[in-house]
Structure formats: C-alpha cells, structure tokens
C-alpha cells in the first residue's frame, strides 16, 4: 500500500484490516455451499483485483473492480472499500454514502475497532462537504447545479455539497434565466436566494392597447405618469367642469375599492411572507426526522401557498386600481350630462374574508 495519497497513512490502516476481513469472508465455504462456486469464485477474483488496483494507485478501476464484487455478493465490508475509493477520487459525497451504508448494513456484527475507524474516517469527510440552501421564487422554477443536477423548486432540504466553487443555473418558461456563482466552505453553510422576474414577452399587458387604456407606455418603458386623455376638448370648457357626476362617484368609489383590496392583500401577502421565513427557519434548526421537523416543513409549504395566492391576488387588484382610475379620469374631464340630479353614497367595506364597495342612492 504504497500510493494511498493525502490521507494514506489512515486509509493503509483501514484498508490493510478490511482486505484481510473482506478476503475471508468472500473465501470461507459455507456447509451448503462449494467453495469453487462460480459466483463467489467470480466475486473473490474481482476483489482481488480491486486490492491490485488499489495497490497500483488506479482508483477508478479498483472501484470498479470492487462494484462488480459486491453485486456479485453483497458484503457490507465491500462498502469501505468502495468508500475509500471515492475518497481516493476526490468524491467525499459518495465516499460518505457508502461509508454510512456500511455501518447500517453491518449493524452489530462490524468490529469495534473497524466501526471506530469508520467514523473517523465520516468526520473527515463531512469537514470536506458544506451546506446549501436555495430559495428560489416562483415555486415550479428548475435549479440546474454545475450543469448537471435538476432540480424544482422550492427546495426545502439542504444540499450537501463538495467545498469549492459551484454554479447553479435557475430557468423557468416565461422568465429570465438568472445563473449564480458560489463558494462552499467545508463544514460550513452557504445560501442561494434567487427571485426570477418576467421575460418582456410575458410581461402582462395594462388594458387592450385602445384609446381607454389607463396609461400610455412612456419612453423609458414604464407607465405615463399622466393620462394621455387629460387634454380636454375646447367645447367642455364652459361645460360642467369638474362636477361629481353619478359615473364619477361610481368609478371613483369602486377604484378606492379595489385599492383598499390591494392594499389589504398586500399586507397579507407580507405576513404570509413572514410566516414562511420563520417556517425555515424552524426547519433548518430543528433536527431532521423529529416532529418540530415535519411540522415546519409542512407551515413553511403553506405559508408559501398563501403568500403566492395573495401576491397574485394583490397584483390583479393593482391592476383593476389603475384601470379604474383611468375610467374615473375619462368621466371626470369628458363626460357631460347635465340633467344629472342623482345622489350617491360609496362606502368602501374591508374584512379579513372579504373587501369590496357598497353603493347606495339614487341614479
């Protein structure tokens, strides 16, 4: 054991006192089995020539020579050797895999000394792997990691991660790409927050594009932050003015209205928000497994459930809001009707299941 690299002293030692267990348990017969049985011939000469490999300093194929043995017949001590591989590769993650297999799989029959050396060897490794947590906005989204791993949003467990550099790529249909570059620290926790916004060709429209919309789309591509129908006609300057019509009181009342509703879903959407912070924030603290875990989980899933219906909810009244100021403009300054005698009372009405306008009077 001559080329066992960085680690080598340690893994020599582990991987001398396996070799001669897993030799054993792959060579000693069994009562009702020949000892020239031509799977278990096949499994040892695959072991075999991992151990060569391994010896040579040829990781890959003494992995592979070591998969074949253990498909062949499955023994958990193949399970380090394969992790000491991995680890040999430069592959922490699948070194930790197979090592934890291995003290599940052993149970109580693995040697003291051999289970102690394994842990050892698991708390090396984990101070070469971090933690990531991605939250991403909206849920349904893809997070493509260094190019090859999907995922879909949202993403409540943490990621465990090789310490280095990483790339995360996050896409979703209708939206703008945004791709994001990292550090992980071994041991440590590091946090991917990414909120995609809307492509130029799905951004929703305001009004049909006619002459009633509520605003004109200015240079800099915003909105007007005047009416395009605030110039007024010659013929309705001596005219009424700017009287309180019944049409006016009606769409002025319906548009503070439907600005109440935005402004009271808005609110509760920012709770909802707050809501789901503090579920991950549970989530990430409680152990993983027990009920406070679960629990948070399931809070964190449903505060963000809320908070999107409400978000959605908000932008829907906005936009009502804005097309009824834009109704309430046209009657204010170009509407005329002089026999207009009526009287109307608007009494806008705001509750926790419900928000609306109630018109009373006569038209």
Known sequence: MSRLGHYGRFTSHLFAGLLALSLTSLAVPRPAQAQDDPTRAAARDAFQGGVAAYDAGHYQAALEHFQEAYRLLPNPTVRVNMASCYEQLDLPLQAIDHFERFLVEAGNDAPRDQVREVRAALRRLHARVGEVF??????????????????????????????????????????????????????????????????????????SGGADDVAAPNPDGGLAETNPLVEQPAEHEAGGGLGLSTPVLVAGSATIGMGLIALGTGIAALR??????????????????????????????????????????????????????????????????????????????????AAGVVLSGRF
């Open 272 to 353: 909802a928000n707050s809501d789901y912070d503090a579920a991950v924030t549970a989530f990430q603290n409680s152990p993983r497994g027990t009920t406070a875990h679960v629990q948070a989980q399931q809070d964190g899933l449903a505060a963000k459930d809320r908070a999107n219906r409400l978000a959605t909810a908000t932008d829907v009244f906005l936009v009502a809001t804005l097309a009824g100021a834009g109704v309430t403009a046209y009657f204010l300054f170009f509407y005329d009707d002089d026999e207009d005698d009526a009287h109307v009372t608007a009494t806008p009405v705001v509750s926790p299941e």
């Open 134 to 207: 991605v939250r991403v906005e909206p849920d349904g989204a893809t997070v493509v990691i260094d190019h090859g791993d999907s995922r879909r949003a949202p993403i409540l467990d943490a990621i465990p991660m090789t310490a280095g550099g990483h790339h995360f790529e996050v896409r979703m249909e209708g939206y703008r790409t945004v791709e994001r570059d990292i550090v992980v620290d071994g041991g440590g926790r590091a946090e991917v927050e990414v909120s995609l916004e809307q492509g130029v060709d799905a951004a929703p429209a305001v009004g």
